[in-house]
Nanobody, 122 residues
Framework: QVHLVESGGGSVQAGGSLRLSCAAS?????MGWFRQAPGKEREGVAA????????YYADSVKGRFTISQANDKNTMYLQMNSLKPEDTAMYYC??????????????????WGRGTQVTVSS
């Protein structure tokens, strides 16, 4: 069981930036960021996989979001730039063992944080 705690959410105007952090009790080979807006399904935003830290992104955030991790701190980050109102959601981090092609699928993960709210106003 991996214990995960997100932080860094908040309210920003469109075009602004936020950096989310996820503190983990330990790092798993698949670490992911997901988001869920009211009335919508949870969607994979970004994932980082394996000792090589391969990264994967949803098309909607490519070029704007960057996922990274600091193993010495057991912490994963999501740098979000050029934020849009449609990025408004609760953001969750997740951890588990997985294959790279599973890394943006919510069913892959059994360990979840409680989430941090991101609100982007126009």
């Amino acid at each position: 069981q991996v214990h995960l705690v997100e932080s860094g959410g908040g309210s920003v105007q469109a075009g602004g930036s936020l950096r989310l952090s996820c503190a983990a009790s330990y790092m798993s080979n698949c670490m992911g960021w997901f988001r869920q807006a009211p009335g919508k399904e949870r969607e994979g935003v970004a994932a980082i996989v394996g000792p090589g830290h391969s990264t994967y992104y949803a098309d909607s955030v490519k070029g704007r979001f960057t996922i990274s991790q600091a193993n010495d701190k057991n912490t994963m980050y999501l740098q979000m730039n050029s934020l849009k109102p449609e990025d408004t959601a609760m953001y969750y981090c997740a951890a588990d063992r997985c294959k790279w092609y599973q890394s943006l699928r919510s069913y892959t993960y059994n360990n979840w944080g409680r989430g941090t709210q991101v609100t982007v106003s126009s």
